[in-house]
């Protein structure tokens, strides 16, 4: 019985999904059978983020970040020496020089969208233009907004900056103004209209 679904699930795929398939097998190339990252990133929890806004002129944004770094992205694009990922560029054995990837960016993304479409992108290799990559991506570098991505900080404007400062001021004027109302009335000030002086 389960040899004769998994036939009819490849005979479902599209022409361009099946051809990709036999030429890059999922066994070999899946992004599935990536090796674990060396430093495991642990999660970050967005609660836990500071706020977004400096407080004051003073503090500065995040440093530009290393592009050696290891990071969570750059952990997801791997390729073997044995079987090199179609996606992404490799170097020549020969002279050091870098090959391009052997299917274009363009391809890629049709390939991934046609994958995701049939439920099947967890069998394509890892590239740029998977949705765990740019999902990765988005998180670690934020909406291609300064100050958006984990860990970073916007200067923003004036009163943003301020806000804070400005609502814990309200809240304490809200907080002490029935004692300032009953000061106001024993001082007599609250007397009413009618007791003004005519002009």
Same mark, same amino acid.
């Given at each position: 019985?389960?040899?004769?679904?998994?036939?009819?699930?490849?005979?479902?795929?599209?022409?361009?999904?099946? +051809?990709?398939?036999?030429?890059? %097998?999922? /066994?070999?190339?899946?992004?599935?059978?990536?090796?674990?990252? !060396?430093?495991?990133?642990?999660?970050?929890?967005?609660?836990?983020? %500071?706020?977004?806004?400096?407080? +004051?002129?003073?503090?500065?944004?995040?440093?530009?970040?290393? %592009?050696?770094?290891?990071?969570?992205?750059? $952990?997801?694009?791997?390729?073997?020496?044995?079987?090199?990922?179609?996606?992404?560029?490799?170097?020549?054995? #020969? +002279?050091?020089?870098?090959? &391009?990837?052997?299917?274009?960016?363009?391809? /890629? =993304? $049709?390939?991934?969208?046609?994958?995701?479409?049939? +439920?099947?992108?967890?069998?394509? %290799? =890892?590239? #740029?233009?998977?949705?765990?990559?740019?999902?990765?991506?988005?998180?670690?570098?934020?909406?291609?907004?300064?100050?958006?991505?984990? &860990? /970073?900080?916007?200067? &923003?404007?004036?009163?943003?900056?301020?806000?804070?400062? #400005?609502?814990? !001021?309200?809240?304490?004027?809200?907080? !002490?103004?029935?004692?300032?109302?009953?000061?106001?009335? /024993?001082? &007599?000030?609250?007397?009413?209209?009618?007791?003004?002086?005519?002009?």
């Amino acid at each position: 019985m389960a040899t004769q679904s998994a036939p009819s699930l490849v005979t479902k795929l599209p022409l361009r999904l099946r +051809n990709f398939f036999s030429r890059y %097998p999922p /066994q070999i190339y899946s992004a599935a059978t990536r090796p674990a990252p !060396e430093q495991p990133s642990a999660p970050v929890d967005a609660s836990s983020l %500071p706020s977004p806004y400096t407080p +004051n002129r003073d503090a500065k944004g995040k440093k530009p970040l290393d %592009p050696t770094a290891p990071s969570p992205s750059r $952990d997801l694009l791997y390729s073997s020496s044995n079987h090199p990922n179609p996606f992404l560029p490799r170097k020549n054995f #020969r +002279n050091g020089k870098w090959i &391009g990837p052997r299917i274009g960016l363009r391809t /890629q =993304a $049709d390939l991934v969208k046609l994958a995701v479409k049939y +439920n099947v992108e967890a069998l394509l %290799p =890892a590239g #740029r233009k998977s949705t765990e990559y740019k999902e990765t991506r988005r998180a670690e570098r934020g909406l291609q907004i300064k100050g958006t991505g984990i &860990g /970073q900080k916007v200067k &923003g404007h004036k009163w943003e900056r301020t806000m804070e400062a #400005r609502l814990d !001021e309200r809240r304490k004027a809200m907080m !002490e103004m029935p004692e300032m109302i009953r000061l106001w009335k /024993q001082r &007599g000030h609250g007397r009413g209209w009618k007791q003004w002086p005519k002009r």
